[in-house]
């Protein structure tokens, strides 16, 4: 105001004056017209005040005939009573104006003030012109107000005024950290806190519009400190883009589509400008203190942005964002995220592929919900049946790793896309699998046939052997890896899919199975080395590398892989006697994941919870968990074993051995009739140390070295042990889980570096 209070000074000396204040939007030009406009009219001028509007620019002298018709409000005589559009000579009408202005100003001062010239339409920048050249020794002040975005508008104006004497340049700059500080003071009671000066700086940028904002929605907040920008913040960023250039709006816009993927040729492709336009643009929304160096300055800035476009163009926008961005190489998530906002249905195959992709990019860093979302999407998008099936496939997968009885609700009509040819094999597996978790055999069993032989493997093979009940004919050739029969241990149900082939790797590599777990890797091998490490004792290592996985996010954010690694941990600290924290680690799992979407394996968890109430005495929750449903489907899987272990257990802690005595006969029958070797369930009187790998021969069954110095390895001692006590290849493939073929390698080996030709032979070398 010190320019301001000179000029007007002189102005009553008869010195007239311009001053052209220019600054972004929301850096406080009005209100200074308007400061200055007051204390002019304290003093005893004349003040006139008009605005420009964008609108009326194709109006012509629209601004000069709302000036003058106000001073001729207030008494001055009208110069051109024909009106502006007479037909008379421009500079004849002009010097009526000026002897008007000089006559009704008679030695008073007067203020003349034009917001928004950068608006006013072309014939009126043409007076204005005249004027200004005019007031030198009238004691008029002129105030011209104009937005930097709009420089380029009112660049002639500037060029014939700037260089006259009596013309000043006056530009506004945002608030330094010291006056937002002393903007905070009234509203937040005496000295404001310095994080809360910092975080008005940073979001507002100094910009006068948009700190008042922020500090009205600050001030409605219960705590001032932990307030976030809110709906005053929103509408004078919307205001912003509303009094800056179009071409500024449309890139703010883009900007904020976009996100980080922001570059100056895509915000140039999505807006329909130029990079030169660009970069100006930018440069005006950092200077409006809408962008900072690095993007929006707040994330609600962002979001107020996309609000104001309208509803008909955010869909198109979208659309348009997820082709530049596909072409542009950038990756699948952010193409996605664009292709589930726009939601247009596009039918183009590259956006199924997409949408699919994302979802594992999603899955692999634990962003389950991200990764549903986006199959969805690719369910709806595609364009024939076979692409639809197998989006379905992935949806169904996503969805069970978040809730298996959400997953559930497809099942259906992945049989039927299984059944009309639609699914390849390891699809159908993914179908299969999901039915055996809910205990339906027949269909899982159904589904299975429609496989070709050549896909299985002996992962499917084990996954269908542990699952279903073993003594019924299958009907399936003998030759076919589904014939293979025995459990597949632990490590099978927690696969959540049929994809691990259990090859008889020994305890020793479970360490480098665990070491190579990154982000996007298959969860079984994982699962299969802690199962490893339990079953040989290993509890304090199954526990670390547990406590390890569990805080992976990619683990820890996908309810099903947490509810996985939290089970084997709760089965090592029983095993290890810390029953207390076992019983809390699985109450926790069934928080996560309730019992009835456990399906047949929840034999399992609540074997630990029941076992570990009983060892601590606690028989209120013991009984809870017995009272829990489970599907007597479970009852035709080894998962029976331990809950009815665990039934005994608590039975004989009641006093009542005779139904303890029921339940473990129970338990030894199922045993008995799978083959499994009762010590892969049971913890022997020597303790865990002792359980062997489940399927594995114990370590002293494994045979010498031979006599000649060939080293076999451990998958070939045991393959060897078992063939020369008389099994057969299917009974060896059995009792070891691989397949067949696999056998048959192992023994070819083993017959080379042996040098024999039999069975007979391996007997030599004590096998």
Same mark, same amino acid.
């Given at each position: 105001?010190?320019?301001?209070?000179?000029?007007?000074?002189?102005?009553?000396?008869?010195?007239?004056?311009?001053?052209?204040?220019?600054?972004?939007?929301?850096?406080?030009?009005?209100?200074?017209?308007?400061?200055?406009?007051?204390?002019?009219?304290?003093?005893?001028?004349?003040?006139?005040?008009?605005?420009?509007?964008?609108?009326?620019?194709?109006?012509?002298?629209?601004?000069?005939?709302?000036?003058?018709?106000?001073?001729?409000?207030?008494?001055?005589?009208?110069?051109?009573?024909?009106? @502006?559009?007479?037909?008379?000579?421009?500079?004849?009408?002009?010097?009526?104006?000026?002897?008007?202005?000089?006559?009704?100003?008679?030695?008073?001062?007067?203020?003349?003030?034009?917001?928004?010239?950068?608006?006013?339409?072309?014939?009126?920048?043409?007076?204005?012109?005249?004027?200004?050249?005019?007031?030198?020794?009238?004691?008029?002040?002129?105030?011209?107000?104009?937005?930097?975005?709009?420089?380029?508008?009112?660049?002639?104006?500037?060029?014939?005024?700037?260089?006259?004497?009596?013309?000043?340049?006056?530009?506004?700059?945002?608030?330094?950290?010291?006056?937002?500080?002393?903007?905070?003071?009234?509203?937040?009671?005496?000295?404001?806190?310095?994080?809360?000066?910092?975080?008005?700086?940073?979001?507002?940028?100094?910009?006068?519009?948009?700190?008042?904002?922020?500090?009205?929605?600050?001030?409605?907040?219960?705590?001032?400190?932990?307030?976030?920008p809110g709906v005053n913040f929103r509408h004078a960023?919307?205001?912003?883009?509303?009094?800056?250039?179009?071409?500024?709006?449309?890139?703010?816009?883009?900007?904020?589509?976009?996100?980080?993927?922001?570059?100056?040729?895509?915000?140039?492709?999505?807006?329909?400008?130029?990079?030169?336009?660009?970069?100006?643009?930018?440069? =005006? @929304?950092?200077?409006?203190?809408?962008?900072?160096?690095?993007?929006?300055?707040?994330?609600?800035?962002?979001?107020?942005?996309?609000?104001?476009?309208?509803?008909?163009?955010?869909p198109v926008m979208h659309s348009r964002a997820a082709?530049?961005?596909?072409?542009?190489?950038?990756?699948?998530?952010?193409?996605?995220?664009?292709?589930?906002?726009?939601?247009?249905?596009?039918?183009?195959?590259?956006?199924?592929?997409?949408?699919?992709?994302?979802?594992?990019?999603?899955?692999?860093?634990?962003?389950?919900?991200?990764?549903?979302?986006?199959?969805?999407?690719?369910?709806?998008?595609?364009?024939?049946?076979?692409?639809?099936?197998?989006?379905?496939?992935?949806?169904?997968?996503?969805?069970?790793?978040?809730?298996?009885?959400?997953?559930?609700?497809?099942?259906?009509?992945?049989?039927?896309?299984?059944?009309?040819?639609?699914?390849?094999?390891? =699809?159908?597996?993914?179908?299969?699998?999901?039915?055996?978790?809910?205990?339906?055999?027949?269909?899982?069993?159904?589904?299975?046939?429609?496989?070709?032989?050549?896909?299985?493997?002996?992962?499917?093979?084990?996954?269908?052997?542990?699952?279903?009940?073993?003594?019924?004919?299958?009907?399936?050739?003998?030759?076919?890896?589904?014939?293979?029969?025995?459990?597949?241990?632990?490590?099978?149900?927690?696969?959540?899919?049929?994809? @691990?082939?259990?090859?008889?790797?020994?305890?020793?590599?479970?360490?480098?199975?665990?070491?190579?777990?990154?982000?996007?890797?298959?969860?079984?091998?994982?699962?299969?080395?802690?199962?490893?490490?339990?079953?040989?004792?290993?509890?304090?290592?199954?526990?670390?590398?547990?406590?390890?996985?569990?805080?992976?996010?990619?683990?820890?954010?996908?309810?099903?892989?947490?509810?996985?690694?939290?089970?084997?941990?709760?089965?090592?600290?029983?095993?290890?006697?810390?029953?207390?924290?076992?019983?809390?680690?699985?109450?926790?799992?069934? =928080?996560?994941?309730?019992?009835?979407?456990?399906?047949?394996?929840?034999?399992?968890?609540?074997?630990?919870?029941?076992?570990?109430?009983?060892?601590?005495? =606690?028989?209120?929750?013991?009984?809870?968990?017995?009272?829990?449903?489970?599907?007597?489907?479970?009852?035709?899987?080894?998962?029976?074993?331990?809950?009815?272990?665990? @039934?005994?257990?608590?039975?004989?802690?009641?006093?009542?051995?005779?139904?303890?005595?029921?339940?473990?006969?129970s338990c030894l029958d199922l045993i008995a009739r799978?083959?499994?070797?009762?010590?892969?369930?049971?913890?022997?009187?020597?303790?865990?140390?002792?359980?062997?790998?489940?399927?594995?021969?114990?370590?002293?069954?494994?045979?010498?070295?031979?006599?000649?110095?060939?080293?076999?390895?451990?998958?070939?001692?045991?393959?060897?042990?078992?063939?020369?006590?008389?099994?057969?290849?299917?009974?060896?493939?059995?009792?070891?889980?691989?397949?067949?073929?696999?056998?048959?390698?192992?023994?070819?080996?083993?017959?080379?570096?042996?040098?024999?030709?039999?069975?007979?032979?391996?007997?030599?070398?004590?096998?």
């Amino acid at each position: 105001m010190l320019l301001f209070d000179q000029v007007h000074e002189a102005s009553t000396r008869g010195s007239g004056a311009v001053l052209l204040v220019s600054g972004p939007v929301g850096t406080g030009k009005t209100a200074l017209l308007q400061a200055m406009s007051a204390r002019a009219a304290r003093e005893g001028s004349w003040c006139f005040e008009v605005t420009g509007s964008a609108r009326e620019r194709e109006l012509p002298y629209g601004v000069v005939d709302r000036l003058i018709q106000s001073m001729c409000g207030a008494g001055m005589a009208d110069p051109f009573p024909g009106g @502006l559009d007479s037909g008379e000579d421009f500079f004849v009408l002009m010097d009526r104006v000026a002897a008007a202005v000089r006559d009704f100003a008679c030695g008073r001062t007067l203020l003349i003030g034009i917001d928004d010239v950068h608006f006013a339409d072309e014939q009126s920048l043409r007076c204005l012109s005249f004027l200004i050249r005019r007031v030198e020794s009238s004691g008029v002040v002129m105030v011209l107000n104009e937005s930097t975005s709009y420089e380029r508008d009112t660049a002639d104006l500037r060029a014939e005024m700037l260089h006259l004497p009596f013309c000043r340049r006056l530009r506004l700059t945002p608030l330094t950290r010291a006056d937002i500080a002393e903007q905070l003071r009234e509203p937040f009671g005496g000295v404001p806190d310095r994080a809360l000066v910092q975080f008005c700086a940073e979001v507002s940028g100094g910009i006068p519009l948009l700190l008042f904002a922020l500090i009205d929605d600050l001030s409605a907040a219960s705590d001032p400190a932990t307030g976030e920008p809110g709906v005053n913040f929103r509408h004078a960023v919307l205001r912003s883009l509303h009094r800056c250039a179009p071409s500024t709006a449309k890139i703010g816009e883009a900007i904020a589509v976009l996100g980080d993927h922001a570059t100056p040729e895509l915000v140039a492709e999505l807006s329909g400008l130029d990079v030169a336009q660009v970069d100006e643009g930018i440069r =005006d @929304l950092r200077e409006m203190g809408v962008l900072g160096w690095d993007g929006f300055r707040h994330p609600r800035t962002r979001a107020a942005v996309l609000s104001g476009i309208p509803f008909p163009e955010r869909p198109v926008m979208h659309s348009r964002a997820a082709e530049l961005l596909h072409g542009s190489g950038a990756s699948a998530s952010a193409v996605a995220e664009h292709l589930i906002t726009a939601q247009d249905g596009g039918k183009a195959p590259w956006r199924v592929a997409i949408l699919c992709e994302a979802a594992r990019e999603a899955m692999a860093a634990g962003d389950v919900d991200s990764a549903v979302s986006s199959l969805r999407h690719a369910v709806s998008a595609s364009s024939g049946e076979d692409q639809r099936a197998r989006a379905g496939v992935l949806l169904a997968d996503a969805q069970w790793h978040a809730d298996p009885s959400r997953a559930a609700r497809r099942l259906h009509e992945l049989g039927q896309d299984a059944r009309a040819g639609l699914l390849a094999g390891p =699809d159908v597996l993914t179908a299969v699998n999901q039915l055996l978790w809910w205990g339906e055999f027949d269909e899982a069993e159904e589904l299975m046939r429609l496989t070709d032989p050549g896909e299985g493997d002996s992962g499917a093979a084990h996954l269908w052997s542990f699952f279903r009940r073993t003594g019924d004919e299958t009907g399936l050739p003998a030759d076919s890896p589904l014939a293979l029969s025995g459990p597949l241990a632990a490590a099978a149900y927690l696969s959540a899919a049929a994809s @691990l082939a259990v090859d008889g790797a020994p305890s020793d590599r479970a360490d480098q199975m665990l070491v190579g777990m990154r982000a996007g890797t298959p969860l079984t091998p994982a699962l299969y080395a802690l199962v490893v490490l339990v079953q040989t004792g290993r509890l304090a290592e199954a526990i670390a590398w547990c406590d390890r996985l569990l805080k992976e996010e990619w683990i820890n954010r996908v309810p099903m892989r947490r509810v996985m690694i939290a089970t084997i941990e709760a089965v090592a600290m029983l095993r290890a006697g810390d029953s207390a924290t076992a019983l809390s680690s699985i109450r926790e799992v069934f =928080d996560t994941v309730p019992p009835p979407v456990w399906g047949v394996v929840v034999g399992l968890p609540l074997s630990v919870a029941v076992r570990a109430s009983t060892d601590l005495g =606690d028989n209120d929750s013991a009984r809870s968990y017995l009272a829990v449903p489970v599907p007597p489907a479970m009852f035709d899987t080894p998962f029976a074993l331990p809950y009815l272990l665990a @039934l005994g257990q608590y039975h004989l802690a009641m006093g009542h051995p005779e139904s303890a005595a029921t339940y473990t006969r129970s338990c030894l029958d199922l045993i008995a009739r799978w083959g499994v070797d009762a010590a892969c369930i049971v913890d022997g009187p020597a303790g865990p140390e002792t359980d062997p790998v489940p399927g594995f021969p114990p370590a002293e069954a494994l045979p010498p070295a031979p006599e000649d110095g060939a080293k076999l390895t451990d998958a070939e001692h045991r393959v060897a042990t078992l063939a020369a006590a008389g099994k057969t290849n299917r009974q060896i493939a059995e009792r070891l889980f691989v397949t067949v073929s696999t056998v048959e390698q192992h023994l070819t080996k083993v017959y080379r570096k042996l040098n024999v030709r039999s069975r007979a032979g391996l007997q030599r070398y004590g096998c």
